[in-house]
């Protein structure tokens, strides 16, 4: 009788959890972003066309949730915004059955990086130098003119500015919320190519040294990142989510803009 009970048990838990395997990407397409907090300097210009090098645009996890996945997040205690743990749970079915009465499991689904909360996006138009673009006219008798000349290839890269638990996890929301609140072209790596030009020219006057400096500018995040252990409770036909062992901890990240340079420019009667 006992093994006939044993059986029984295992056939009800594999019919309430069954894998669908289909992860539902968001028709609509990205959330559209918001307008920028701040105007782009007019020092700051778009290299998209010009760059030598095919920056591939950054491809972010914009899920749906499923009805089912809506339904969980709506009962979970905190925040779930991880699009990670949302594709799971998208990847998941759990179907009802009216032999579920006083069924009961606890599914232990790990310890996440549930939300990130976004508490100061600003930009660092300089945040790195990239280029020096120079031509001496101290032989000169009229102004000589100057433009921007990528001499070789460079890579930009961001990061997170201290180790944390699930990095990679954060990094993705919080490039998501820094995309939003600039609607600029943000990835953690980005690579100006060599030859890469612009068309605007600075003029060096006669017997003066030009100096043209080029700078990848990039977005500093910084807010709070919350973690918890996820766990999937089945009660008959109720299934919902409880986070246990609720963490918190602030974190920042440089978020390079993709394809913009900044411009700098020094007329000098001395080498600089």
């Known amino acids: ?99 579920a009465v006083g069924y009961r499991a606890i599914v232990y689904l790990g310890q996440w990086a549930l939300n990130y909360e976004s508490s100061e996006t600003s930009p660092n138009w300089e945040y790195q130098k990239i280029n020096t673009n120079y031509y001496d006219n101290r032989g000169g008798n009229t102004p000589y003119r100057i433009k921007y000349v990528q001499e070789s290839q460079k890579i930009v890269r961001g990061g997170l500015t201290s180790k944390i638990t699930n990095a990679e996890e954060v990094k993705k929301m919080m490039l998501l919320k820094a995309m939003k609140k600039t609607n600029l072209p943000l990835s953690f790596d980005t690579v100006i190519g060599a030859g890469t030009k612009n068309d605007h020219f600075y003029n060096i006057p006669a017997k003066r040294l030009g100096y043209l400096y080029a700078y990848a500018p990039a977005i500093s995040e910084k807010g709070k990142v919350t973690y918890g252990e996820v766990y999937l409770m089945l009660k008959g036909n109720r299934k919902f989510i409880v986070i246990k062992n609720v963490t918190s901890q602030g974190i920042g990240a440089w978020i390079p803009v993709q394809d913009y340079v900044s411009f700098g420019f020094v007329a000098s009667e001395r080498p600089r």
């Open 1 to 99: 009788m006992r093994k006939l009970i044993s059986v029984l048990m295992t056939l009800l838990l594999m019919v309430l959890m069954v894998p669908s395997a289909f992860a539902e990407k968001n028709p609509s397409g990205p959330p559209k972003m918001e307008p920028a907090k701040y105007q782009i300097p007019s020092s700051v210009r778009s290299i998209t066309k010009e760059n030598t090098y095919p920056n591939s645009t950054q491809d972010l996890p914009y899920l749906q949730p499923s009805e089912l996945t809506k339904k969980l997040i709506n009962s979970s205690n905190v925040k779930i915004e991880n699009p990670d743990l949302i594709r799971m749970l998208n990847e998941s079915s759990i179907n009802s059955t009216p032999f």
